[in-house]
């Protein structure tokens, strides 16, 4: 099994910057691609970012220019999701994802941490 244990949350203005941290621990080796989502009682959960091993990277167009998905280095084993120009509208539980071919279902899930955005 994988453990993801999300950090970073907090409280910030609109126009400020976060990184997020997602460490994967466990069979890290199954991993093959770590992905950021998020989620507020109102909406459904959405995507938000994802990186894979060779670290190529992803995101919707909603999210291009304004998220970064990154590792520090190659086979590190904590991904980072770093956000700017925040605005109230990314209020939301950040979730980080693992998947790969060895993992089943809809992968391993951390249990999140709080992004909040005051205007």
């Known amino acids: 099994q994988v453990q993801l244990e999300e950090s970073g949350g907090d409280l910030v203005q609109t126009g400020g910057s976060l990184t997020l941290s997602c460490a994967a621990s466990?069979?890290?080796?199954?991993?093959?691609?770590i992905g950021w989502y998020r989620q507020t009682p109102e909406k459904q959960r959405e995507w938000v970012a994802t990186?894979?091993?060779?670290?190529?990277?992803?995101y919707p167009d909603s999210a291009k220019g304004r998220i970064t998905i990154f590792r520090n280095r190659p086979g590190e084993n904590t991904v980072y999701l770093t956000m700017t120009n925040l605005k109230p509208e990314d209020t939301a539980y950040y979730y980080c994802?693992?998947?790969?071919?060895?993992?089943?279902?809809?992968?391993?899930w951390g249990r999140g941490t709080q992004v909040t955005v005051s205007s």
């Open positions: 990186i894979g091993n060779s670290g190529t990277t992803y």
């Open positions: 466990g069979a890290t080796w199954d991993i093959t691609t």
């Open positions: 994802n693992a998947q790969g071919a060895n993992i089943p279902g809809d992968g391993y």
